[in-house]
């Protein structure tokens, strides 16, 4: 039987490099969401870190830092039929990954790493993270569970059977044939996309 399913977009208001401020702003919407019945909740790419740490990406105490504020929101959320989808930068086979997590019930469900980086105008993602086809793993240990890794993941939410997640992440959805075509073709009825920009002076 098909039915609705109430979706949220979030927005939080974010510290630069403050994984600790990012995650208390993010549970705060969290628990606002699901106050409103909302079952699926998105926050932007690197909601944990901010998108414009430059090269802060490259300093292990901040990807550290996000993956475990990402630990202690799965805990703090076990409780909640909710599925939360959180952009965090991700250490890999020895790569940094712009990944989105998502969790339900305090399981990290899997890790879905950006596929295409943008390197053009104000972007210059390349010098930080790797694509998604560099990964090797398809399974990392990851804030103290075993989670699977890529972007070729569909995930499906229990007590909801026609429920089928897609995720891709910025960029993603601007080349000819994004990521979400496929996971379209292979069962998702719901498209995540995870985004967020720096801003510009002058």
């Known amino acids: 039987m098909f039915g ?18 990012n995650k208390e702003e993010i549970l705060k919407l969290i628990r606002e969401a699901n106050e409103k019945g909302i079952r699926v909740l998105t926050f932007p790419e690197l909601a944990l870190t901010g998108y414009t740490c430059g090269d802060l990406f490259f300093q292990l105490p901040l990807i550290q830092a996000a993956e475990q504020a ?32 998502l969790l339900h019930q305090g399981r990290i469900l899997g890790l879905v790493p950006k596929t295409f980086i943008p390197n053009y ?8 993270f790797a694509a998604a086809g560099d990964l090797i793993s398809e399974e990392i240990s990851y804030a103290g569970q075993m ?8 995930f499906a939410a229990d007590g909801i059977p026609f429920l089928k997640i897609g995720v891709e992440i910025c960029e ?31």
Not at 7 to 19: E, F, W, Y
Not at 83 to 88: K, L
Not at 121 to 128: M, T
Not at 147 to 154: E, H, M, R, S, T
């Open 4 to 21: 609705y399913v109430k979706i949220g977009a979030a927005v939080p208001q974010l510290k630069l490099a403050d994984c600790i401020s």
């Open 70 to 101: 990402l630990k202690e929101i799965a805990a703090e959320t076990a409780e909640l039929d909710m599925v939360i989808a959180i952009g965090v930068p991700v250490m890999a086979d020895n790569q940094t990954f712009n990944c989105v997590a």
């Open 172 to 202: 993603d959805l601007w080349v000819p044939i994004p990521p979400s075509s496929y996971q379209s073709l292979y069962g998702a009825t719901l498209l995540l996309n995870a985004s967020a920009s720096n801003e510009l002076a002058g």
């Open 121 to 128: 105008s104000e972007f210059y993602e390349e010098r930080w």
């Open 147 to 154: 989670v699977p890794i890529g972007a070729d993941l569909l």
